[in-house]
């Protein structure tokens, strides 16, 4: 079990559940300081930063990547695996095989979140179902050429309404056959949506591949009601070797944040960190 932390660059995503939205140099400095092992990315595209910079970024301050986000593609394109139009369907999957080809380079798995988009109007459930099967085979193939897996996100019922569940995710990924693809649970969507987090991580098995260690009210964990102590028995109790990565609003500020994020790591993990 490794800690990250969330480090935003996308201006459509100020006021989205990252922790650090400053220049990326400071965000790895405060991340090393306060002792955690990884960051997750969320840049605006695969151009936006050049790899060598990061990985000089990441020889300074000792810090792996974790993951990066592929939701700029939704938020400041507009693009999702399950539009209507064929062709904004393929710019979706091409800016997120670019993404992979990004991550790659650094050793992260790219996520699958709000790019997934959802089905209504012209588009039936079993549709958009097919696209986005059809889409995480791809995926999942094109992030292997790197050793990684390729991470898909249930999201809660208001950001998509393909699949809300752990159980039902795990069923799509075991029925359709598709390979190195893992799930993420964050589990701010999972306080919404489960009736028992640990149960559904536990259910989730080796499928379950990263987790965004957020509290019920997408705050640091330990700022909201998530019953955390059940959870992390779980993780512990599945061997889990993934990230807990600060998937959080910035509250009451980020160094807060942060700094609630391992201290609630240390007291749920003390051998791990110790
Ligand atoms: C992304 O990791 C996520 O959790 C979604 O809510 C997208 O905003
Ligand atoms: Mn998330």
């Avoid at 807060?256 to 791990?272: G, K, V």
Wanted: glycine residues 10%.
């Amino acid at each position: 079990m490794r800690s990250a932390v969330t480090l935003c660059r996308v201006a459509e995503a100020a006021a989205g559940p990252f922790v650090f939205h400053d220049e990326l140099e400071s965000g790895f400095r405060k991340a090393a300081e306060l002792g955690f092992d990884a960051v997750e990315l969320f840049l605006p595209g695969p151009d936006a930063v050049p790899i060598a910079d990061i990985k000089a970024l990441q020889d300074r301050h000792q810090l792996a990547i974790a993951a990066v986000g592929t939701g700029a593609g939704m938020v400041k394109h507009g693009l999702s695996l399950t539009d209507p139009d064929p062709a904004r369907r393929a710019a979706a999957l091409e800016f997120i095989g670019s993404m992979i080809d990004f991550g790659g380079a650094l050793g992260a798995p790219a996520i699958l979140g709000s790019m997934q988009g959802r089905h209504g109007g012209m588009v039936s459930r079993d549709q958009a179902i097919g696209w986005l099967a059809g889409a995480l085979q791809k995926t999942g193939d094109r992030a292997a050429a790197f050793s990684v897996p390729f991470i898909y996100e249930p999201l809660n019922r208001y950001e998509t309404n393909l699949f809300n569940h752990a159980a039902s995710a795990v069923d799509f990924l075991r029925q359709g056959d598709i390979g190195n693809v893992v799930l993420l649970a964050d589990l701010f969507h999972m306080a919404i949506e489960e009736r028992d987090i640990a149960a559904s991580l536990l259910a989730m098995g080796d499928l379950l591949g990263h987790v965004h260690w957020a509290d019920s009210n997408r705050q640091a964990m330990g700022f909201g009601h998530t019953p955390t102590g059940p959870i992390a028995a779980v993780l512990r109790e599945m061997n889990y070797r993934g990230h807990l990565s600060a998937e959080v609003l910035p509250l009451p500020s980020p160094d807060e944040a942060a700094r609630q994020t391992i201290a609630s790591i240390h007291q749920h993990f003390p051998a791990e960190t110790a």
